[in-house]
């Protein structure tokens, strides 16, 4: 268990840890397939959840031959989760009450996603906490997003703070094997997205995991609620 009085920065996932927008993402799939009068496979969603953005597009031009630049696919998908972000993805419980705590001790946060930039930021202004970033980092400016630490590392570098002192939290658990692995206190939110399997490594690999902000905080700090 980490100490929260070591703690100076915060890295905040933003997809299924802030946003409950996981869903969201395998309509898009679905949506992009039948653009193109294809049937998704099985489980692409799942499959394509660890890629890059590049990766992503480069595999739906390998695969399925649909005279699509890889940049044409990106830019595409980028089209198509815009609106759901700008309107409809709603903030996960007690994200506000959490931001509220790391304010109260001094804590810097910023986020870094795998998400477009124009998406996120459409989401966090219309849900009311895009003026309280330092920074989002998005996989536009880290081609390799979550795969290496490199996400992690420059967000830390943001913050003013070294890796012992960063807080990461996330959902998903690729993104805590990367994060863990840097050598970064990690903490996990439940997302519903997350395969029960997956669930239970990412509770032996975190500090601490919680089914919502509000489980975290207790265990955080008890004495606050």
Known sequence: MFDIHNIRAAVLDMDGTLIDSMGIWHQIDKDFFAEHNLVPPEGISNQVNKMTMQE?????????HIGM????????????C???????????????????FLDSRNIRYG??????????????????????????????EIPSSKKTPEMFLKAAERLGSSVKETLVVEDSLHCIQTAVSAGFPTIAVHDASVPPHEQTEIQKLVSLYGSD???ILAKMNPERL
């Open 56 to 64: 992503w597009a480069d595999f739906f031009t390998r695969e399925f």
């Open 69 to 80: 630049t890889g940049e044409q696919v990106i830019q595409r998908i980028g089209e198509m």
């Open 82 to 100: 815009y609106t759901y972000y700008a309107e409809k993805i709603p903030l996960k419980p007690y994200v506000t009450d959490f931001l509220d």
């Open 111 to 140: 986020i870094a996603t795998a998400t477009y930039r124009k998406s996120a930021e459409a989401a966090l202004k219309r849900l009311g906490i895009l003026d309280r970033m330092q920074f989002i980092l998005t996989a536009e």
């Open 213 to 215: 902000f509000k489980e």
